[in-house]
């Protein structure tokens, strides 16, 4: 069975400094789609960025982008330049491709970024 | 700002009481699922349709829970006999189909609570 793990409850960080969290997957699909979301504090629910597994290249995306390391099956998130409203809950989550998988996604359970002044 | 519309924000229910919750996907969006996320902001997927058809549902869903998605209305997720267990937010997403259609797009979740 799919499962992804994020280890670090939360992390705290002074504006405009680069925050990077970690993200673990199990999956025995060859081909896969990595995302990360995050979660504002009114519950909201915004895309940040992708990894397709077969491409190699990191995805950037803005101030997002991601450290893909496939043999150690880990898709960390970075923010750099950093700003009071990143402060969120930031969920990495995993969509297979197998048929039993259906295309919906599981997510970590988060981990949450305060940005301090 | 999110474009999958989901009402009501918040509801409060007493243990039997129906609970029932409304989800208008992003316009083109064939593919509509229905999570639960508890306080520990574990995300529990129920169920998902392709336009009217269910593609796939966990035993909870459906034993407990009812959900449509008629064409020309709201999907919907309902709770027959609401449980204390059952209080979480309520997330509806949208996508395109297919596997390779990339991310869902969320509401902002129906809050749901039981006395």
């Known amino acids: 069975a799919q499962k992804v793990t994020q280890t670090q409850t939360s992390i705290s960080v002074v504006e405009k400094t680069t925050v990077t969290m970690d993200c673990v997957y199990e999956t025995r699909d060859s081909s896969y789609f990595l995302f990360w979301y995050k979660q504002t504090a009114s519950g909201e629910i915004v895309f940040l960025i992708r990894?397709?597994?077969?491409?190699?290249e990191n995805a950037t995306v803005g101030h997002y982008s991601l450290n893909f390391q496939k043999p150690k099956s880990s898709i960390g998130l970075i923010i750099t330049a950093t700003q009071i409203e990143d402060s969120a809950v930031y969920f990495c989550?995993?969509?297979?491709?197998?048929?039993?998988?259906?295309?919906?996604?599981?997510f970590g359970i988060g981990t949450r970024v305060l940005v301090r002044p | 700002n999110s474009k999958v519309i989901q009402t009501p924000r918040y509801l409060v229910k007493g243990q039997g009481q129906k609970a029932k919750m409304r989800c208008i996907p992003e316009?083109?969006?064939?593919?509509v699922f229905w999570y639960q996320q508890n306080k520990n902001n574990e995300f529990k997927f129920l169920i998902n349709?392709?336009?009217?058809?269910?593609?796939?549902q966990i035993d909870m869903t459906e034993k407990r829970f009812s959900a449509e998605c008629p064409s020309n209305s709201p999907c919907s997720l309902e709770i027959q006999s609401s449980e204390a267990g059952d209080s979480a937010l309520y997330l509806c997403?949208?996508?395109?189909?297919?596997?390779?259609?990339?991310?869902?797009?969320f509401g902002e979740g129906s809050k749901l609570t039981v006395l």
């Open positions: 989550a995993m969509r297979e491709t197998g048929n039993s998988a259906g295309n919906k996604l599981t």
């Open positions: 349709f392709q336009n009217q058809e269910v593609l796939q």
């Open positions: 316009k083109g969006h064939p593919v």
């Open positions: 990894q397709d597994s077969y491409k190699k």
């Open positions: 997403a949208s996508s395109l189909p297919g596997v390779d259609t990339g991310q869902l797009y």
